[in-house]
């Protein structure tokens, strides 16, 4: 499970670089936002729920 949060906080500002550097592709920002959020709300849920397995 951490691999995937951590490949989904790459994938957020990957797709938020490219976004602010091509204004056209706009879109691209929004998709790294929840990206990001959706990163950042996993790993406090791991955080918080203690994380009871071990990986």
């Given at each position: 499970?951490?691999?995937?949060?951590?490949?989904?906080?790459?994938?957020?500002?990957?797709?938020?670089?490219?976004?602010?550097?091509?204004?056209?592709?706009?879109?691209?920002?929004?998709?790294?936002?929840?990206?990001?959020?959706?990163?950042?709300?996993v790993?406090?849920?791991?955080?918080?729920g203690?994380g009871?397995?071990?990986?």
């Open positions: 499970m951490n691999i995937l949060v951590a490949i989904i906080a790459i994938a957020a500002v990957v797709l938020l670089i490219t976004g602010g550097l091509a204004p056209t592709l706009n879109f691209l920002i929004w998709v790294g936002i929840a990206l990001a959020v959706i990163a950042v709300i790993f406090l849920v791991r955080y918080i203690g009871k397995r071990a990986v």
